[in-house]
Nanobody
């Protein structure tokens, strides 16, 4: 069974940091692009960051310089380090795997999704 499980969300004050983890089972991420998306109430799901099979990364403009995506093929995992968090970063964060080695951050390019982890940035 193909499965992605996210963890690491929580409540943090503005300016704080969180590290999200995404662990895959039933599939290996060595040859797949993997992305983090987020969705807040009343808004569409948006791409946050993506990493291709060779380690190339892309970021949404809103998180550039603050978030860092990385992968560990030995752990079959992808991570999202989030620094200097802002209230507007509050959302449910989803991990998603693509059948392609690289992909743009559009939901249609990803066919395996986790259930999400809540990130709340508030004082």
């Amino acid at each position: 069974q193909l499965q992605l499980v996210e963890s690491g969300g929580g409540l943090v004050q503005p300016g704080g940091s969180l590290r999200l983890s995404c662990v895959a089972s039933g599939l290996t991420l060595d040859y797949n692009a993997v992305a983090w998306f987020r969705q807040s109430p009343g808004k569409e799901r948006e791409g946050v960051s993506c990493i291709s099979d060779n380690g190339a990364t892309t970021y949404a403009d809103s998180v550039k310089g603050r978030f860092t995506i990385s992968k560990d093929d030995t752990e079959n995992s992808v991570y999202l380090q989030m620094n200097n968090l802002k209230p507007e970063d509050t959302a449910v964060y989803y991990c998603a795997a693509s059948p392609f080695r690289s992909a743009t951050m559009h939901t249609i390019n990803f066919n395996v999704w986790g259930r999400g982890t809540q990130v709340t940035v508030s004082s």
